[in-house]
């Protein structure tokens, strides 16, 4: 009897659609799998989710390796069974076994998630051979890493392949060429960093005897791959934190940096004790350099509780809120708020901007409903949790306190419907906290 051959998983822009029925078909076929879960709703999500199908394209040569995605709205099983409590997350799966995946962390480009998974399927730094191959390697890129070796299966060059593992976004090579060492003058084991920028090369020397330590190179590298800690060193002192070390925990609530805000470059003037945070999509080379000197230049506005209410904010159909007038606004006995929680220097928000300029014009007569928006990042808003920017939140009248959390799609009809609903039917409602600390 001849066997029915299996119809291939379904794709979406060359990425695996997974749930419950196919994952584990799917770790069978797959040498190495890349899961995408994802949440269809959340912004950050759909910024990811775009690189990766990007990703998923240049990997396609790459037969052991396969994309694919998991939306944890309706797949609360697989969920939960991964202990995915917050996404987008990224989990590498090996050879079939489904327990202990790898999280792949520190991406948010097509080409550095393709980058991370090349490093853990082949070599993570590149051999070099000769000097006519390292001098190619180093002109490469801005920033190159290259890891200098007398022997190439020791376990300090077994440390460094592993940290180039999980730095995708630099390119590191590796020798143990005698004639490499003369030509950079080096006589033990060196890592050195090249940055074509500056002209300049910093160097990481291995004590004789002494073995390579992960988090030491790692913080080697993250705090001199930009050329502000030379251009700005005499000004402004730099400082890494790990977000993921509990003990940081201080650090993060002084600064009020939550889950959502990472990564995050903030800055504190200490003779007058003001805080100032970077307002960028994205932590570069240009947008901190850009940081560093609108506040030089008194240009940077600082971080604080509540921006000054504009004379503006409640003349146009979207009312402005900030910290000083958000509770008295929102709390309202008599009409129902419909808040949006954005970054405005942020792409996700600036597009979903303009849909609600449009749903102000639309309900900006209504006696019951009233359309606003607040900077989340500008003001300090105790009493609402929010897990992530662009966030909308409906607050019904009356003295309780209570709030409806929006979790439909983001468009002008989605809206809408929301709220015609809201003034027909009672809805399921929660009470949040009063105070919240991000830690």
């Known amino acids: 009897m001849q066997k029915v051959k299996k119809p291939k998983i379904k794709e979406d822009q060359s990425v695996l659609v997974l749930n419950k029925d196919n994952f584990d078909r799917a770790l069978k076929e797959s040498k190495f799998l890349l899961v995408n879960f994802y949440a269809p709703l959340s912004g950050a999500s759909l910024t990811l989710l775009t690189e990766f ?49 790898l999280n792949c962390t520190g991406v948010s480009s097509a080409s550095s998630i393709a980058t991370w998974l090349r490093r853990r399927i082949g070599p993570s730094a590149t051999r070099l051979l000769n000097i ?40 590191f090579g590796v020798t143990n060429s005698t004639k490499h060492f003369v030509k950079y003058g080096i ?18 020397k291995i004590a004789n005897g002494s073995s390579l330590e992960k988090d030491d190179l790692t913080k080697f590298i993250k705090v001199n791959e930009l050329s502000l800690v030379t ?12 977000t993921d070390e509990s003990m940081n925990g201080r650090l993060r609530e002084f600064f009020q940096i939550r889950d959502m805000d990472v990564p995050a470059v903030c800055l504190i003037n200490t003779t007058e004790d003001v805080r100032y ?37 409640n003349k146009n159909p979207v009312k402005v809120l900030v910290g000083s007038n958000f509770d008295e606004f929102v709390f309202n006995t008599s009409k129902s708020v419909f808040v949006l929680f954005c970054a405005p220097w942020s792409e996700r928000c600036k597009h979903i901007n303009s849909i609600w300029d449009q749903l102000g014009e639309k309900y900006k007569d209504s ?5 606003a928006k607040v ?10 949790i929010i897990e992530e920017y662009p966030s909308v939140k409906y607050f019904p009248p009356g003295s309780d306190r209570k709030i409806v959390h929006y979790t439909s799609a983001q468009t002008l009809n989605a809206f809408s419907k929301f709220l015609d609903k809201q003034g027909k039917s009672k809805v399921r409602i929660s009470t949040m906290p009063a105070t919240v600390h991000f830690i």
């Open 277 to 313: 945070r970077m307002r960028a999509d994205q932590v570069t080379t240009e947008s901190v350099k850009k940081f560093c000197q609108d506040y030089l230049n008194g240009k940077e506005k600082p971080q604080q509780y509540s921006e000054d209410l504009p004379e503006d904010w």
């Open 132 to 171: 006519t191959h390292i001098e190619t390697f180093i002109a490469s890129e801005d920033v190159v890493v290259v890891g200098f070796f007398k022997d190439l299966k020791g376990n300090s060059t077994k440390t460094f392949y592993e940290t180039a593992k999980d730095i995708p976004d630099l390119p």
């Open 375 to 384: 900077d989340i990042t500008a003001n300090d808003i105790d009493s609402v």
């Open 231 to 242: 251009e700005y060193n005499q000004m402004i002192i730099f400082i890494l934190v790990d």
């Open 187 to 204: 006589s033990t084991d060196t890592i050195i960093l090249f940055r074509k920028f500056e002209e300049e090369r910093l160097d990481f």
């Open 367 to 371: 006696e019951n409903i009233v359309i």
């Open 53 to 101: 199908e990007k990703a998923a394209v240049q990997l396609k040569s790459e037969k052991q390796v396969k994309l694919s995605k998991v939306d944890v709205s309706t797949e609360k099983d697989l969920a939960k069974e991964f202990g995915i409590q917050d996404y987008p997350v990224l989990k590498l799966f090996i050879r079939g076994e489904r327990k202990n995946p």
